[in-house]
């Protein structure tokens, strides 16, 4: 099982010229707190295939996900124009065009005029126009019950492995019972749903024995599916968290 330590680099995003230094924040900046947007539509400038731009505004702070390294930092818009102080970003090697795509993001976002109508988001700089959609209209929450969840990440403190290739375990809610396939044995377990909290029952498996790398996960879910866990839904991923360990899902198509 591989598992991926994420690094933080620092670096910093010129602001364009016409962002006056200490200007009040528009309008417009409240609007976008709390919220999600994803590119639907960009035109002046080709996006990698099968790639989208993510924008998240929390709390001043910006987070922005082009398809390979996530950038974070503060944010304001002033005179119209987005903002960016000094960011963060994760240091993971992807494929050239996507690594290039996120220094054209970061280049892009630093004073693109903004402009904010209901769900959709139009991002301007230069010749190059972004429209963006909020998140939870262009990809909403899955149910959490009736959905069969497949696992995607194993979460041990801040690491995340990924799943063996040639290893499937899921979870399936439904009418009080949670069926989990381990990727070795199945079974199943009590639950008791709340709005951010599972409680699970004590989880009956079958006992077959498998390969190690199916062991592995079996025990890294049946950590996890033990007494009452925390879980969170956005769009297609389910995260599961039982303090020091959890797992991360996706909903099969």
């Known amino acids: 099982m591989r598992t991926l330590r994420l690094s933080l680099v620092i670096a910093v995003l010129t602001v364009a010229a016409c962002t006056a230094a200490g200007g009040s924040p528009s309008p417009a900046a409240s609007s976008l707190e709390g919220r999600t947007f994803l590119s639907t539509d960009v035109e002046g400038h080709d996006l990698v295939p099968g790639s989208t731009v ?3 505004f929390t709390d001043g702070r910006i987070a922005i996900s082009a398809g390979c390294n ?3 930092g503060a944010y304001a818009v002033a005179d119209g124009h987005l903002v960016l102080g000094q960011m963060m970003s994760t240091d993971m090697a992807c ?3 996507l690594m290039a795509q996120d220094t054209w993001v970061a280049s892009f976002l630093g004073g693109a005029a903004v402009t904010l109508a209901g769900d959709t988001l139009t991002l301007g700089n230069g010749d190059v126009s972004m429209t963006l959609t909020d998140r939870e209209v262009a990809d909403p929450d899955r149910p ?4 069969r969840w ?5 979460v041990t403190g801040d690491a995340v492995s990924s799943i063996p290739a040639g290893v499937t375990a899921a979870v399936t809610i439904s009418n009080g019972m949670m069926a989990v396939e381990t990727g070795c044995n199945t079974g199943s377990a009590t639950v008791v749903v709340t709005d951010t909290t599972l409680a699970i029952g004590p989880l009956g498996l079958t006992r077959k024995a498998c390969a190690a790398d199916a062991m592995g ?3 890294a879910m049946a950590t996890v599916l033990s007494g009452t866990v925390g879980y969170t839904i956005e769009a297609d991923v389910l995260t599961l968290d039982a303090r020091d360990a959890g797992l991360m899902l ?3 198509s």
């Open 217 to 219: 996960v079996e025990q």
């Open 250 to 252: 996706r909903a099969a």
């Open 144 to 147: 959490l019950e009736g959905t």
């Open 54 to 56: 993510r924008l998240t």
């Open 150 to 154: 497949i696992l995607d990440g194993i």
């Open 70 to 72: 996530m950038m974070g």
């Open 95 to 97: 494929e050239e065009p």
